[in-house]
């Protein structure tokens, strides 16, 4: 068995050599869609999930879902294909691309790497997240919660959402995430140029 975190390594890893392929004001857009994607996860998560609560008092996904699978398998697979889905389009064809001029030379190399393991960290620690959240419920990933090493379980307070989906005053202005402000930022930069 190999423990998530490597999974999640490996997954920043090749967001890294994405960018450096795609260049860095093509991942500045994929940063402001994945920023975006997750906002709107953040903010409308209850709404959400009573649709996912309604959609399984029906008894179609009990006819689905058989009872020896651990976790909450629907959840999952709807915030995990949600996020797969925004990375998806955010990379696909013509993307969100900021204007300018790239740095070149060893700053542009580091600062497009730089972009590309944010994008990575964005993309495989939400949908880690996620997974966790919900019991890890894919037979075919062999986790469960309690089977995390140290480092994995030390990690999961720092993963996007609970790091960057937390409101910053709770009960002053219902909403105010760090999301919130990347997402104007990013936004704004795109629209000043």
Same mark, same amino acid.
């Given at each position: 068995?190999?423990?998530?975190?490597?999974?999640?390594?490996?997954? /920043?890893?090749?967001?890294?050599? !994405? +960018?450096?392929?795609?260049?860095?004001? #093509?991942?500045?857009?994929?940063?402001? !869609?994945?920023?975006?994607?997750?906002?709107?996860? +953040?903010?409308?998560?209850? !709404?959400?999930?009573?649709?996912? =609560?309604?959609?399984?008092?029906?008894?179609?996904?009990?006819?689905?879902?058989?009872?020896?699978?651990?976790?909450?398998?629907?959840? +999952?697979?709807?915030?995990?294909?949600?996020?797969? %889905?925004?990375?998806?389009?955010?990379?696909?064809?013509?993307?969100?691309?900021?204007?300018? #001029?790239?740095? #070149?030379?060893?700053?542009?190399?580091?600062?497009?790497?730089?972009?590309?393991?944010?994008?990575?960290?964005?993309?495989?620690?939400?949908?880690?997240?996620?997974?966790?959240?919900?019991?890890?419920?894919?037979? %075919?990933?062999?986790? #469960?919660?309690?089977?995390?090493?140290?480092? +994995?379980?030390?990690?999961?307070?720092?993963?996007?959402?609970?790091?960057?989906? =937390?409101?910053?005053?709770?009960?002053? /202005?219902?909403?105010?995430?760090?999301?919130?402000?990347?997402?104007?930022?990013?936004?704004?930069?795109?629209?000043?140029?």
């Amino acid at each position: 068995m190999i423990p998530i975190e490597v999974y999640f390594f490996t997954a /920043v890893f090749i967001f890294v050599l !994405i +960018a450096l392929v795609r260049g860095f004001l #093509k991942e500045l857009g994929v940063t402001t !869609i994945m920023v975006v994607a997750l906002f709107l996860l +953040a903010q409308f998560r209850s !709404i959400l999930d009573a649709t996912i =609560q309604k959609a399984m008092t029906v008894g179609v996904v009990q006819r689905v879902v058989p009872e020896s699978v651990q976790g909450d398998p629907i959840r +999952a697979m709807v915030y995990v294909l949600f996020i797969i %889905f925004a990375a998806f389009i955010s990379y696909h064809g013509e993307t969100l691309a900021f204007t300018g #001029k790239p740095p #070149k030379g060893g700053e542009g190399i580091f600062l497009t790497a730089m972009i590309g393991s944010a994008n990575g960290y964005l993309i495989a620690g939400s949908i880690w997240y996620y997974l966790h959240e919900h019991g890890y419920p894919f037979a %075919f990933m062999h986790l #469960k919660v309690d089977d995390l090493s140290e480092l +994995a379980k030390g990690m999961i307070p720092y993963l996007p959402i609970p790091l960057l989906g =937390q409101e910053l005053m709770e009960g002053v /202005v219902p909403g105010q995430t760090p999301l919130l402000y990347l997402m104007v930022i990013l936004i704004l930069l795109r629209v000043i140029r």
